[in-house]
């Protein structure tokens, strides 16, 4: 059997570079560093004996979730393709030699991190480290939501009435281990004529880097406009606020003014009362600068593969979609500042 040696890795490492290894762009720009803190305290835990093997490095295991993140894969396909690739061992700082976290611990850690809402300061933290780095949000603000889909739920019409009015179907008390399979949060909604069963992404990026810099989550029932509020961002250097006619209404305008946003919402053609000429020009011309919101989530769909989102339940969807846009805003910083630059 052929022996491969330090410098045949080297080799094979070297041309991976030339290919433009994507996991090695962002280990470049990202100074992972800053998250050790929260990752320390928030994941303390003591120590109750001394015996057994030591537990993975907390840093370790938040660039496992966000390799996790970057490609959307389940926590077993995780596990093997640390193992597999070379590329997300030295993403990692492994070797072929090291130990691997597997799949259970994995779930584990990504557990921990949403029981401590971790996911929410790791998040925090990568924005301001993003504004110490010359990438402060400028040029307005762009908003929109996105339907994450979960794997469907084969309930019965009764059994989905009771999950409606905030109970459980008594029948499922028999049956323990279909309950905890089933997920009670995620609603079922259309758009353009086709039904979707999940959850929705509501994000804000700024103009002009194309980074999420606000969120939210909920069911896909909701409403994107009942999602507006939170989502508007006053450290943005310009007030303006571009969304899809969705977010048009006279409470939202109004909240605008009142909050001294300068609105480019656009206009919303109502029943025998259809958009002027002028509210067409306006929309096409906000269009322009709308759509980029539409870029982040096309990458999140296209490169990040997050078309379906594996998990039971608001809180654990929400703890992936989080760590799903903190991937997304690491890959985007690799692409503004390639390496070499």
């Known amino acids: 059997m052929l022996q491969s040696g330090f410098f045949d890795l080297e080799t094979r490492f070297g041309k991976l570079d030339q290919l433009g290894d994507p996991l090695r762009a962002i280990n470049a720009v990202v100074d992972w560093s800053v998250f050790q803190p929260i990752l320390a305290k928030g994941l303390k835990q003591e120590k109750k004996s001394n015996a057994g093997r030591p537990g993975f490095d907390p840093l370790l295991m938040f660039k496992v979730l966000i390799l996790q993140s970057l490609y959307n894969l389940a926590d077993g396909q995780t596990e093997f393709q640390i193992r597999d690739r070379f ?11 090291c130990r691997i976290p597997d799949e259970k611990t994995i779930w584990l850690f990504r557990e921990n991190v949403k029981a401590r809402d971790l ?15 010359g990438y402060e949000a400028k040029r307005g603000t762009a908003i929109d939501a996105r339907l994450v889909e979960v794997p469907k739920q084969r309930n019965t019409r009764s059994e989905n009435a009771t999950i409606k009015e905030g109970l459980l179907p008594a029948a499922w008390d028999k049956h323990p281990a279909k309950k905890v399979q089933k997920d009670i949060e995620a609603r079922w909604t259309q758009k353009n004529g086709k039904n979707y069963y999940g ?28 999602r507006f509020e939170p989502l508007l961002d006053r450290r943005n250097s310009d007030p303006t606020v571009y969304a899809d006619s969705a977010y048009r209404s006279e409470d939202n305008e109004r909240l605008l003014k009142r909050k001294r946003f300068r609105s480019r919402v656009h206009h919303r053609a109502w029943r025998d009362q259809p958009l002027t000429k002028r509210e067409q020009r306006e929309n096409r011309a906000r269009s322009r600068l ?41 890959s985007r910083l690799a692409q503004l500042r390639p390496v070499g630059a």
């Not at 590329?87 to 030699?97: A, D, K």
């Open 199 to 226: 959850y929705k992404n509501h994000i804000a990026i700024d103009v002009k880097h194309k980074l999420i810099r606000r969120y939210d989550v909920t069911a896909a029932n909701v409403h994107d406009s009942q």
């Open 290 to 330: 709308r759509a980029r919101v539409e870029h982040v989530f096309g990458h999140q769909v296209k490169a990040m593969r997050q078309i379906i989102v594996r998990g039971i339940g608001l809180a654990r969807i929400r703890t992936r979609i989080v760590l799903t846009n903190l991937a997304y805003n690491m």
């Open 119 to 133: 996911h929410d300061a790791l998040f925090t933290t990568f924005t301001r480290f993003l504004e110490a780095q």
């Open 87 to 97: 590329t997300f061992m030295r993403f990692l700082g492994l070797t072929p030699e």
